[in-house]
């Protein structure tokens, strides 16, 4: 059983600085795609980036150079670095898992219904 759990949000002002967390349990397939989406209440979920087991990652345009995914696998523990935070970024922020992507996790950021496995989400507002 595949449980996410996220950490890190909170309020912070434009131009700032926060570190996601995303601990994973219950994982016990190689090939993993992990991403970070967000989500603005009554808006669709939108996708920021995804990073497979390997290492290599992708991200949305609009994030790239401010937002960094990464992710420690002897901790498994998933990570988002946001920096130059703006007021357009305040959102419920998620983790997701899926398994068996592998190619398409390259691209799968634009693709939230792919995922099957998500967190509860964390809070980010930025002022």
């Known amino acids: 059983h595949v449980q996410l759990v996220e950490s890190g949000g909170g309020s912070v002002q434009s131009g700032g600085s926060l570190r996601l967390s995303c601990a994973a349990s219950?994982?016990?397939?190689?090939?993993?795609?992990m991403g970070w989406f967000r989500q603005v209440a009554g808006k669709e979920r939108e996708g920021l980036a995804t990073?497979?087991?390997?290492?290599?990652?992708s991200y949305r345009g609009s994030v790239l150079g401010r937002f960094t995914i990464s992710q420690d696998n002897d901790k498994n523990t998933l990570y988002l670095q946001m920096n130059m935070l703006k007021p357009e970024d305040t959102a419920m922020y998620y983790c997701?898992?899926?398994?068996?992507?592998?190619?398409?996790?390259?691209?799968?950021?634009?693709?939230?219904?792919?995922?099957?496995?998500w967190g509860q989400g964390t809070q980010v507002t930025v002022s």
């Open positions: 997701a898992v899926e398994f068996g992507l592998y190619e398409v996790c390259s691209s799968s950021w634009g693709m939230p219904d792919l995922f099957r496995n």
């Open positions: 219950g994982i016990t397939y190689s090939s993993t795609c």
């Open positions: 990073i497979d087991r390997n290492g290599r990652a």
